[in-house]
Structure formats: structure tokens, C-alpha cells
């Protein structure tokens, strides 16, 4: 029998790693979030070392987000929510140019924000395709969409050359570790809601307190 130990990783357990993220009340819980980063990254990984440079960005921002939340100030880091309020009301985060505080909280989940709408778009296109779609012209769709409008030209170039690299339908398919194709599509299609729930959520937020562009 299969141990927890030597049980494949599957990226249905990532996923739902984000349906933890929303309290009773919409808020989002900062631990769930930062752990379903840490599953996608993993995810990522398995898939080649040609995606390294955007997971060490990634894992960078996962660390600044959780140093936050187990440090002297966490208790103002359970949510996004509480997040948000603490950095304004302390005058914590750089709103016109990154100055006195490049790594505040609020900057770097937006990164993460905007890459989250980026995994709603390809994940729905991977829903929604045919056995011969390919799974860079959805990433790519999905990133020209999203991530690439707040990204300068090197590495919108780069990431366009890493796309190349992803595996094809089947053994993208494969990887996931979610069973057979329609398994698969079945999985996203539950997934995906949550996922844009907490996406909505924390877009809302975001565009109340006018953060949207933080540099
Ligand atoms: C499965 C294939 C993976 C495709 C991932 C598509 C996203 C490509 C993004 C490539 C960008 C990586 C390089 C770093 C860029 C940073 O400059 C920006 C802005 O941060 P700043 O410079 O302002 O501090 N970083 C980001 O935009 C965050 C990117 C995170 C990407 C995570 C993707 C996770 C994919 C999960 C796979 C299932």
C-alpha cells in the first residue's frame, strides 16, 4: 500500500489547497495562499529547468510573504485583508516608486495576484481543449492576456522562449497526476471557481484601496 510519503504528487492537492484560503467572511488566509504557491512551484519544477528562473522569482516572493506572516508583526498578515489595512495605516508600503519599502507585503502578493489570473486563463483554456491544442499557445493566450501587460520586453521575451519547452497535451496531462483526460477536466472544472473566487476577492481589494499599480 501507498504510504503519504511515496504518494505521487498530484495537482488536485495543490488546488485545493486554495479553497482553504477563504474565511467564512471572504477573507483570505494568507498561510493557505502562500502553501498553494508552494504546490504550484513544486508543479512547475517537475516540468523542467528551463521554467527555473520564473520559480525563483516565484519562491522569492512565496519567502517575503511568509517571513511576513511568522514574523514580530504576523498577526497583521493572517489575511490579505488585515494585510492591506496594517501596511496603509503604517505607512509601510512605497506607493508611487519602490523606495523605502520594495518588499512590502502588499507589492509582493500583487505579483503573485497577477500571475494567479494568469493560471485562471490557462487552466480554463486547458478545460475547455481539444487533444490537439497545444499548451503553449494556451500559455502564451493566457499570459498575453494577463502577466505580460505588467512585464517589460526581456522578460516577455524569455518567458515566450520557456513556453516552448512545456510539454504537450497528454503528458502535461500526465504530470498533473489527476487520472484519466476527462478526470482532468472534471478536477478543473471544480477547481477553477475557486480559484477565481479568490482572485475576485482579492482583486477587490486591491482596487478599493486603489493598489493595483504599486510599483
Ligand atoms: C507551467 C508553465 C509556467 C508558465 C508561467 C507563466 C508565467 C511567466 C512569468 C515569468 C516571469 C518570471 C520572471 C520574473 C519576473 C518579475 O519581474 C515579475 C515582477 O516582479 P518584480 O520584478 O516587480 O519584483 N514577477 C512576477 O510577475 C511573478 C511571476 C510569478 C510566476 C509564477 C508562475 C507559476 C506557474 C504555476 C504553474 C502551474
Not at 489547497?17 to 493557505?32: A, G, M, Q, R
Not at 494568469?118 to 480554463?124: A, D, G, Y
Not at 512585464?151 to 524569455?158: L, N, S, T
Not at 478526470?183 to 486603489?210: K, W
Amino acid at each position: 500500500a501507498n504510504t503519504v510519503e511515496e504518494k505521487k504528487f498530484s495537482l488536485k492537492e495543490v488546488l485545493d489547497t486554495f479553497s482553504l484560503c477563504l474565511s467564512e467572511n471572504k477573507e483570505v488566509y494568507i498561510e493557505h495562499y502562500v502553501e498553494g504557491w508552494r504546490g504550484l512551484v513544486r508543479f512547475m519544477n517537475s516540468l523542467g529547468s528551463v521554467f527555473s528562473f520564473i520559480s525563483k522569482d516565484a519562491v522569492n516572493k512565496i519567502e517575503i510573504l511568509a517571513n511576513l506572516l511568522n514574523g514580530e508583526n504576523g498577526t497583521h498578515y493572517i489575511t490579505i485583508q488585515s494585510m492591506v489595512k496594517y501596511e496603509l495605516d503604517s505607512g509601510l508600503v512605497d506607493l508611487t516608486q519602490r523606495d523605502k519599502h520594495p518588499e512590502s507585503g502588499c507589492r509582493t502578493l500583487l505579483r503573485l495576484h497577477r500571475a494567479l489570473r494568469w493560471l485562471e486563463l490557462f487552466l480554463e483554456r486547458l478545460r475547455t481543449s481539444s487533444e490537439d491544442s497545444k499548451t503553449s499557445v494556451m500559455c502564451s493566450e493566457a499570459y498575453n492576456e494577463s502577466l505580460a501587460q505588467h512585464h517589460g520586453w526581456i522578460i516577455r521575451k524569455a518567458s515566450g522562449m520557456a513556453f516552448c519547452y512545456l510539454p504537450g497535451r497528454p503528458t502535461f496531462f500526465e504530470v498533473m497526476n489527476v487520472g484519466t483526460p476527462e478526470e482532468v477536466v472534471a478536477m478543473l472544472g471544480e477547481a477553477l471557481p475557486i480559484i477565481s473566487d479568490v482572485y475576485n476577492i482579492t482583486e477587490n481589494v486591491y482596487t478599493q484601496h486603489e493598489l493595483l499599480q504599486l510599483p
